[in-house]
């Protein structure tokens, strides 16, 4: 009969599992950079985690355990400001103090490497509506929905993914808002963001990054892709 997972662990099994390359290989996953493919694959092959590699028992076993890991989740919600009519909004953004008051906040931007933006209106007026993310430190449009269609409780959002993570720093933005036809009276109800930032490199996960490496477990069996992995 195949041992399972613990046998191998606890020792009534051999050869023993190497425990600091599994807990690594789960720490990666949790984090994003390993994916099951890749965490399955360690699982089967000799001598990365167990000799011989794991049982078809111990893998199925090792999968859920995996299961119970929950991703981490790096990203937080701000809200946007809360109800209020635009009469006549205008066709420039900031046209009235209305539009100017719409939700505002201070973001500490470093590793950001995504933001959703969504707002609540009801669309009164014949124009096409923008709402508009506007990061005033910089001067700098962060993201933009048009609404091009008549309809109250209208839940719109949309995602900005970048490039490359944010740097360190603190920026104002805020909500705002414009139509085509200036005469056109949007309701704002609300708005928020989610932002999602790179997991942060802590010890812990440089620790397990180089346990892998040096066991030479995929992703990290290139020196190339343990650089990238560390930021170096």
Known sequence: MASDLFEHIVGTATPRARVHMLIALLGEFERGFVSGAQALAALQADGQIIGGGFSAEAQAEAQALAALV???????????GGFLTLTNVGATYDATAASRGLGITAIETEGIISVTFGVRVNHVGGGTQSWQLWNETDGAEIAVIDDTGVGDNKLLST??????PLAAGVKIVRVRAKSTTAADDPVYYGGGLIVRRRPRLTSEAIHEVLLLAEARIAPYDDPAAVRARLGL
């Open 159 to 164: 995602t900005v993914t970048l490039g490359a």
């Open 70 to 80: 929950k991703p981490h989740d790096e990203s937080e919600s701000i809200s946007l």
